[in-house]
């Protein structure tokens, strides 16, 4: 089954209002020729609306890095999907290894925010992924298989079309590592596996898969050529737009 790839760029907290306009501005005016490839800005929430505006009438998407699952209330220094909705928000990042390791999310929290999210008409990228210390005790597909169904608990296949995974192995976020093309595969595999068995094979099929685990210009290529590798869910790369944007190409190449 053919998958559109999807190329998210995760500024986390990065750039204010004025660095995400100046950087969206770049990367628009080099994608203005990209059509076989879906490419999403998540910025700071403080530069959404402006990064809605920025990118209207483009092909540009905006995301979010985080919601909250209740649409309003006494929840201080929170954000909800009708505020997101609001500035144009598409997409949300939902359990990203930052948000389980560093705020203490867990997985029956995350579930909350992916069915409000489903529910809302807002997209989620589930991230999931094990750490260091789980790959090297070979618990890898037992934490990932834990994470997805754990998180995608209560969801029905319908609500699932909108879902997309990101795969970040923890111990490859922000350290230079990069897992091989092979392993990112292996995994990719084994999730879509899993996904046939919470859903359905034609829903599994048609879920994007992305890897969130240092990609870059210089191994893009190798790791988008793999058969369940669907995008990427880039971090430090997407804060330069030549390196961004250069990703993109390359997946836009891969289409064609």
Known sequence: MYRKFLIAGNWK???????????????????EKVRAVDVLICPPFIALDAAYKVTSGS???????????????????????SMLRDCGVSHVILGHSERRTIFGESDEFINKKVCAAL??????????????GEREQNKTFHVVEAQLKQCLDGISN????????????????GTGKTATPEIAQEVHSFI??????????????????????????????????QVDIDGGLIGGASLIADEFCSIVEIAENLSL
Not at 207 to 223: Q, T
């Open 13 to 31: 907290m990065n750039n204010g209002v004025t660095d995400s306009v100046s950087l969206i501005e770049v990367i628009r005016r080099r994608m």
């Open 59 to 81: 092909l540009l998407r905006v995301g979010a890095q985080n919601m909250y699952h209740e649409s309003k209330g006494a929840f201080t220094g929170e954000i909800s999907f």
């Open 119 to 132: 529910e809302n008409n807002l997209s989620p990228i589930l991230c999931i992924g094990e750490s260091e």
């Open 158 to 173: 319908e609500q699932a079309e909108n879902l997309i995974i990101a795969y970040e192995p923890v111990w490859a976020i």
């Open 192 to 225: 879509r596996e899993k996904l046939v068995e919470i859903f359905d094979k034609k829903l599994a099929n048609s879920v994007r898969i992305l890897y969130g685990g240092s990609m870059k210009a210089a191994n893009a290529k190798a790791l988008l050529s």
